[in-house]
């Protein structure tokens, strides 16, 4: 999207989030738009990348959305007030939509976020906008909140906004002469954290923003009538600087980012309710300041606040008729059929009014993907099962896909009585039984499945279903084999192949299993299974059974090869291996044990590279500054 002042920049492959808003009167970004796109295991379905602002809604899960690395719908509204631009799509977890339509206004960004419930189901609900600005030690955070719910340790604390002490028990203490207490709206204070900030109900209007310093005072706003409101920071420790590092892609001080966020709910560790066939829905803004530096930045932080209240008051802000006339008129279109559908999402809004019969929402238009395609083959199955009654095709491969819902589970059942249970029946209505929290009935399902056609998915269930080690590894090793001796190398095949080898790998290092261990390692590398996509659970099966055979350069070879996206809390697994290697390689050297002194010489001799860095949410790291 883009007018005379701002360049908007929307990325639908990435759940439609703002990737980055071009000022250019400024001639800067006024979001941190990332220079990288580098996932990392930080969202609900793992991978997620930082920057830009983006919508999270979840059915009541608390993380970053399902659809963080989803491709989802985009459409284009032509308006009296220009066009507007909407990001939407389904979630098939409980059966609501979301969506959220964009407009260039008065020199900012409007969002309008809404959440339609259309089931005859009360939900919870969890939604924030995270919005990502660069930012540095010197950055400095506004808002007119009173007070913060604190988390930099558990439990999290109430604490007076912005001056209390972080991470220690006196969190309100007075200090000397009631002077002593940091002020945390400088980024430079903080350790790591979330800042969920209560703003009175008295204020003009709540907000967000920040400043920093050498930069034309420029504070980026948001509004939010609900009054969720926070900000994160990975702050000023090794782990904290490595993660922005692996975020933007390498190199270091180059991805240094702060997220300042807005929802409905007061922190991020709760959710809302969302009744049944109810929607809602809101309006948030995003603009640009020019502040006085002075004031801003001043010892006076309560003067730095009412200076961008009376700019927000004022016709060069957004003042509350100004929102309320953009809340009105985007209400008015927010059920408006879009003009041209932009990019197309997934197919399972479209499955799903295939049931029903009707629209779930107004306005929001859902499509078959192209015969063919992948998004094709993945919903095939159901598209045949909704049409038909019956499997037919789908009979033929692995499933790429799967359903849970009340309504799925109905139809899938009618449709063993209509046809007969099949293979593909009993399969799917194991996964539905153990989605509710069963074992004994899936675990028969799955053995039917197994009977009827021998499927390696049948076999790796019953292995996770099991209760001991050793009565699990007979099934995933007939996972295994049936998948390569019995089935057709398709898309099906290829991911199934993926996830056992991730699956495998953790078990056996679990276990530690090292004559196992040494047979699947010589399996999928003879067969390079891996030739298309690294497996970080395998690299690191390869390192801890090197590191067993005393083979310590190998395991270090790997170490320094390669990044480990799916790695967070566990990076201190990567760093240990490191470590241990390390001191293999003194100890053959030395040609005798090491003594806890020389341990400790050959670790800060060989320290642990950039690329493995910190453990993710550690406060501490030795080797990454």
Known sequence: MEDNDLKVTITPQYAGKIWGIYDKNRKKDLLFANRAHQPANIGALKSWAAGGAEWNWSPGIIGHSAFSETEVYLARLDTVRGPVLRVYEFDRYNGTV???????????????????????????????????????????????????????????????????????????????????????????????????????????????????????????VHGHPLNGTKFYTWGQSGPGRFMQDFLAGGGKRQGDYTELQVGPAPTQMQNFPVPKNSILEWTEWFKGFNGDDATLRGEDYSAAVRHIDSWIQSEKGMTKETVKDLDDFLKSIATATPDEILVQGQAWGYLEELLLGHKIAEGLTFQLPAEGTDEWHEMLAWKEIAETKKFDTALKSLPLSYQTTDRWLNVLQASAKIQGTTWLHALHLGVMMTERGNIEEPKKLFEESYKLKPNPIAARNLAVLQSTAAEAWPYFQQAWKNLHEHWTKDRAYERVTLNLITEISNFLQQEMWYD???????????????????????????????????????ALD??????????AKMRSDLMSFWNTAVEGLAAEKKGSALSILERHQARMKNKIPDNIGCQYASEYCLNYW
Not at 115 to 127: C, M
Not at 151 to 156: C, E, F, G, Q, V
Not at 529 to 540: H, K, L, P
Not at 558 to 567: G, K, V
């Open 98 to 220: 979301w969506q959220v339509d964009t407009l260039i206004s008065n020199n900012s960004v409007v969002a309008h976020p809404r959440i339609t419930n259309p089931t005859d189901v009360d939900l919870r609900g969890y939604w924030w906008t995270c919005v990502a600005v660069e930012s540095r030690p010197t950055t400095r955070i506004y808002t007119p909140a009173t007070h913060v719910a604190e988390t930099s340790r558990d439990p999290m604390r109430n604490a007076p906004w912005p001056y209390f002490a972080e991470a220690i028990e006196n969190a309100s203490f007075a200090g000397h002469e009631g002077k002593a207490l940091t002020d945390n709206s400088w980024i430079g204070n903080h350790q790591i954290g979330d800042m969920f900030l209560r703003i009175p109900d008295t204020v003009y209007t709540p907000y967000i923003a920040h400043s920093q310093e050498d930069d034309d005072g420029f504070v980026l």
């Open 516 to 554: 196992e261990m040494a047979v699947f390692i010589e399996d999928v590398t003879s067969h390079k299974y891996m030739t298309a996509y690294q497996v970080d659970a395998f690299i690191t099966l390869e390192i801890k059974y090197y590191l067993n055979q005393g083979l310590n350069q190998k």
């Open 558 to 567: 790997l170490l320094s090869a390669n990044c480990f996206p799916t790695y």
